[in-house]
């Protein structure tokens, strides 16, 4: 499975930034979709996650309210809307893809598909 995100930017805080993930591959393999973050010096950390039929949905409890996750499996992409952005949501955004449950996503690693990361940036 490859991954290729997109979407990132510099906006204001309390703007809104949509990111996409397009998938290509055995995507029909995977039980779920998700999206992490990696913030300098901080370690990576899970966003939200989805499962392949597009529900349910996990999200951390930090962009709960404010970050959705969703998926158009026609278009196999997957979207992350960050919706009232904090400054402490700067980060390298990466999508990722797994055999494994959705509902496991903080703990999906190596293993699984990653792409490359798509930085978001909020500051004033």
């Known amino acids: 499975v490859q991954l290729q995100a997109s979407g990132g930017g510099l906006v204001q805080p309390g703007e809104s930034l949509r990111l996409s993930c397009a998938a290509s591959g055995r995507t029909s393999d995977m039980n779920g979709f998700g999206w992490f973050r990696q913030a300098p010096g901080k370690e990576r950390e899970f966003v939200a996650a989805?499962?392949?039929?597009?529900?349910?949905?996990y999200y951390a409890g930090s962009v709960r309210g404010r970050f959705t996750i969703s998926r158009v499996n026609a278009k196999n992409t997957v979207y992350l809307q960050m919706n009232s952005l904090k400054p402490e949501d700067t980060a390298v955004y990466y999508c990722?893809?797994?055999?494994?449950?959705?509902?496991?996503?903080?703990?999906?690693?190596?293993?699984?598909?990653w792409g490359q990361g798509t930085l978001v940036t909020v500051s004033s």
């Open positions: 989805i499962a392949w039929r597009g529900s349910p949905t």
């Open positions: 990722a893809a797994s055999t494994s449950s959705p509902s496991e996503a903080a703990n999906w690693g190596p293993r699984d598909y």
